[in-house]
């Protein structure tokens, strides 16, 4: 039987259809089509045209998954940015579907963790596995953008998710520069507290690359001329991490500095959420920037960063952690999910 899966965002939709393996209980991907959302007036459109025009000459799915950005209630969903309400139960009805879920985008990818592929993720470190510890406890952080944050009870293939909106925890500065930062975004966005969302995000290193330029020793900074063209450009905005790295990898200090502070912030949340949860199953490492910053997160400041916790710091150490390398993982877990749907 096929099963139906979609990752749907507010910029993007993408849709696969899947079957099993025939000597694996992974996810085998038969079809797929990515729509971009805002040019289409709800999503129900976009379904019937990859079902109709997309998928004619294969097996209608027999269940679905849908990974959904946005608050989720009894099975359904309001894309804020676009203004659709989605029911997963009208859904079924209207597409003949015999099982039909709506998950959070970034909670489902705990589906994923048990049926990934070597080539899906890479390790940091391995951790040492011991009888005493819940080896089934997982936690994912993903930083896109936006700060995703998840857990999950992982026993063979049964899998239990714990959503979670931790990444919206309080930031905690380690530095003077840091604090300067903390002080400086508070007064820029005219709020009261500053989240870990904040910083450990695209979003996030775009705002300390802002708070960098602010200084008089970067008046003559060739991204000056490009956050002028910002202030009335929302794509200008989305390319800025990439042009960030990019500079920092040519040689440029203070692109060098902003990143550096970026990756202690996220090693450093790392860190806590592995001592909170204590995922002795592994601490997984997502999200849209996973896969470009990857040997950054093998690097000995990242690390230096996530042992930064004083006494427990040997803990941490046994905690396996593994970056994401795919980027559709999103898409392949909640696939995943579709297909558990067919056995309940």
């Known amino acids: 039987m096929n099963f139906l899966a979609c990752d749907l965002g507010g910029t993007k939709v993408l849709l696969g259809i899947y079957e099993k393996e025939i000597n694996d209980d992974s996810p085998k991907l038969i079809i797929k089509k990515k729509y971009i959302s805002s040019d289409w007036d709800s999503f129900e459109l976009i379904l019937e045209d990859f079902l109709k025009n997309k998928c004619k000459n294969i097996n209608h799915p ?36 015999k099982r039909c879920e709506l998950i959070n985008d970034f909670a489902v990818q705990i589906y994923g963790i048990p049926y990934l592929k070597k080539n899906q993720y890479s390790t940091i470190q391995n951790g040492t596995h011991s009888e005493s510890a819940n080896n089934d406890l997982h936690a994912i952080v993903g930083a896109g953008t936006g700060l995703g944050i998840a857990r999950g009870i992982i026993s063979g293939k049964k899998v239990k998710v714990l959503a979670s909106e931790g990444g919206h925890v309080e930031y905690s500065p380690k530095s003077k520069s840091e604090w300067e930062l903390k002080i400086w975004l508070k007064n820029y966005l005219k709020v009261e507290r500053i989240s870990c969302e904040r910083i450990v995000s695209g979003t996030g290193l775009s705002r300390i690359a802002e708070w960098r330029l602010s200084k008089p020793d970067a008046q003559n900074h060739p991204l000056q001329k490009y956050f002028k063209e910002i202030k009335i450009s929302d794509a200008a905005r989305k390319n800025l991490p990439e042009k960030i790295c990019n500079l920092s990898k040519d040689g440029d200090q203070l692109m060098i500095e902003v990143e550096r502070i970026w990756l202690s912030a996220y090693a450093s949340l790392l860190g806590d959420i592995a001592l909170q949860e204590l995922c002795f199953g592994g601490l997984w490492i997502s999200g849209g920037t996973a896969p470009k910053h990857f040997k950054n997160f093998k690097s000995d400041l990242f690390m230096k960063h996530f042992f930064d916790k004083g006494r427990l710091k ?8 593994n970056v994401i390398l795919d980027g559709e993982f999103g898409l392949f877990s909640a696939a995943c999910r579709a297909k558990m749907l067919l056995k309940t």
């Open 62 to 97: 027999s269940s679905a998954c849908f990974a959904v950005a946005g608050p989720l209630s009894n099975n359904k969903a309001k894309i804020i940015n676009l203004s659709w309400n989605i029911s997963g139960n009208a859904l079924q009805s209207k597409f003949n579907l």
């Open 314 to 321: 040997d803990i941490l150490k046994t905690i396996p952690m």
